[in-house]
C-alpha cells in the first residue's frame, strides 16, 4: 500500500521569501512521486515528477524537489516566493511512472499564501 | 496543450435523484480516464478507472451501482451519482493520461452538493 502526508494544511510565507512545503511517502516498491498544484477553478497541473533518474528534479515556475530515500520524503522547494504562486499544491505517489495504469495516491494538499 | 473538460463544475440535487458528470478529452483520444474523489480536508480519493469500450474498474469501497460509469467514445467519460445523498456531497475530479501516457490531465472538477 503507499500513501502520502503533507505537513501543514496551510502554509504562508512573504513573497520573496522561500517556499518549502513538506511530502513524506510511504510505499513497498520503488516510489514514482509527483507534485501537482492547483490554482483557483482549474485543473491539478503537473509541477514536477520523479521517476528515479536524478533525485533533484526541477519542475516548471522555478519549483524543486528532492527526493530523499533515506527520509521517504520529497519536499517541494522555491528560492523566492511570488504572488502567483498562491495555489494548493498536492504531493501524490504512484507505483507507475506513466501509462493507462496511471493510478495516484494523493495527500490531503498544502494551500499556499503569499503575503505581499 | 492537452485539455480536460470537466461539467458541470457545480451542481446541487435533491436527496435521491440522480447527476451526471461529464469528462470530455478535448484535443487526444483516452481510452482510459480516472474518477477521483475529494471530501473537504481530505485527499483526493481514487475511485475508479474508466476504460474505453469495456467496464469500468472501481476501487475497494466504492460501490459500482451507486456510481455508474460510462466510457463510450475515446473522448468521453460520464459518472452518474444514482439516488444521491447528502454524504454523496463531495468535490468529483476526473483525469486522463495523454496518448502516450506520460502526462495526466485533470479536469477543474465539480463540486456536488446533495440537499
Known amino acids: 500500500a503507499q500513501s502520502v502526508t503533507q505537513l501543514g494544511s496551510h502554509v504562508s510565507v512573504s513573497e520573496g521569501a522561500l517556499v518549502l512545503l513538506r511530502c513524506n511517502y510511504s510505499?513497498?516498491?520503488?516510489?514514482?512521486l509527483f507534485w501537482y498544484v492547483q490554482y483557483p477553478n482549474q485543473g491539478l497541473q503537473l509541477l514536477l515528477k520523479y521517476t528515479s533518474a536524478a533525485t533533484l528534479v526541477k519542475g516548471i515556475n522555478g519549483f524543486e524537489a528532492e527526493f530523499k530515500k533515506s527520509e521517504t520524503s520529497f519536499h517541494l522547494t522555491k528560492p523566492s516566493a511570488h504572488m502567483s504562486d498562491a495555489a494548493e499544491y498536492f504531493c501524490a505517489v504512484s507505483k507507475n511512472s506513466g501509462g493507462s495504469n496511471y493510478k495516484l495516491t494523493f495527500g490531503k494538499g498544502t494551500l499556499l499564501t503569499v503575503n505581499p | 496543450g492537452a485539455v480536460v473538460s470537466q461539467h458541470p463544475s457545480w451542481v446541487i440535487c435533491k436527496s435521491g435523484t440522480s447527476v451526471k458528470i461529464e469528462c470530455r478529452s478535448l484535443?487526444?483520444?483516452?481510452?482510459?480516464m480516472f474518477w477521483y474523489r475529494q471530501f473537504p480536508k481530505q485527499s483526493l480519493m481514487l475511485m475508479a478507472t474508466?476504460?474505453?469500450?469495456?467496464?469500468?474498474?472501481?476501487e475497494q469501497g466504492v460501490e459500482k451501482d451507486k456510481f455508474l460509469i460510462n466510457h463510450a467514445s475515446l473522448t468521453l467519460s460520464t459518472l452518474t451519482v444514482t439516488s444521491a445523498h447528502p454524504e454523496d456531497s463531495s468535490f468529483y475530479i476526473c483525469s486522463a493520461p495523454d496518448r502516450v501516457g506520460e502526462k495526466l490531465f485533470f479536469g477543474s472538477g465539480t463540486q456536488l452538493s446533495v440537499l
Open positions: 484535443d487526444f483520444q483516452a481510452t482510459t
Open positions: 510505499s513497498s516498491v520503488p516510489p514514482y
Open positions: 474508466s476504460n474505453e469500450g469495456s467496464k469500468a474498474t472501481y
